[in-house]
């Protein structure tokens, strides 16, 4: 046989019949099929004893003696209620013919007298323990969405810089279909000059010019690379160059200029180039 308790939802007083296997050692949560009041419901909140003793007590009253004909004097005998009970008179009245006072007037205790006279309420609907996480999963999401976004944001706008330090980057922008300037757009090599020198009895190699910005907006200066080719076109040395600013504004330049001593005989011409700064060498 199923053990059955008794819940008195604490809102509003209305009382449930429960399986006691449902609600488990350590509870759950619970809802009032009446009012919607949710709480955690123990099995200590148990209120069949208090029905027992209700409903026993409930049995004992004496019913109240016929009034007088005719408005006669009371029955003498100090059996009937006091006027304090006359409440609980027209509560019992009412459960009687069927009526269950629900107001709020009705008591705590006539409450659960009344689970004696009529069925019980439908139990207490449990709590979905994932309704209460669908608000944090739906924020969750949202939140991603918004780094997704930004990050989508940021690459694009700042393109340029990204390729700048990491030029593989620029291979999955084509990808995407999104257009990448070249490393150095904008930026302009001008009154760019070689000469040797002897300096000391030793060969001295130095490459001059300028770096123009020929936008109207500032522009980052990424490094350049001298290379140096043989006869045949084969590179015999290679080695990274700065300028001294790393910004240029719109329409701005800077000169730069590089030293290589004892370069190779070997050396007939040269190439200057931007590079990205990972790919410089010394």
């Not at 604490?10 to 619970?30: E, Q, W």
């Not at 069927?98 to 205790?109: N, V």
């Not at 918004?146 to 990808?175: D, K």
């Not at 279909?177 to 190699?205: C, K, N």
Request: charged letters at 30%.
């Amino acid at each position: 046989m199923l053990s059955t308790m008794i819940l008195a939802c604490p809102s509003c007083g209305a009382s449930f019949r429960i399986d006691a296997d449902k609600l488990g050692a350590r509870g759950r949560t619970v809802r009032c099929s009446k009012c919607k009041h949710t709480w955690h419901a123990t099995p200590d909140d148990d209120r069949t004893e208090d029905t027992a003793a209700s409903e026993q007590a409930a049995d004992r009253q004496p019913e109240a003696p016929n009034p007088a004909p005719d408005g006669g004097p009371a029955p003498i005998g100090g059996e009937g209620p006091e006027p304090g009970d006359e409440r609980v008179l027209r509560t019992h009245a009412a459960y009687d013919d069927g009526r269950a006072d629900s107001g709020a007037e009705a008591s705590f205790d006539s409450t659960l007298r009344a689970s004696r006279y009529r069925p019980y309420e439908d139990p207490p609907e449990p709590v979905s323990q994932g309704q209460g996480g669908r608000g944090g999963l739906l924020l969750g999401w949202l939140l991603l969405a918004l780094v997704v976004v930004g990050v989508i944001a940021g690459g694009w706008a700042f393109r340029e810089q990204v390729v700048a330090q990491v030029p593989q980057a620029a291979q999955i922008y084509r990808l995407a279909g999104v257009e990448v300037p070249a490393l150095g757009a904008g930026l302009e090599l001008r009154d760019v000059t070689r000469t040797r020198r002897l300096v000391d009895g030793r060969s001295l190699l130095v490459i001059e010019g300028r770096v123009v910005n020929t936008t109207d907006r500032a522009k980052q200066l990424p490094p350049m690379e001298v290379v140096l080719f043989d006869a045949a076109g084969d590179e015999v040395a290679r080695w990274r160059v700065r300028a001294d600013v790393d910004r240029l504004e719109g329409r701005e330049s800077t000169p730069f200029e590089t030293r290589r001593e004892d370069p190779p005989q070997t050396a007939r011409e040269f190439a200057l180039s931007f590079t990205a700064p990972e790919r410089a060498v010394d």
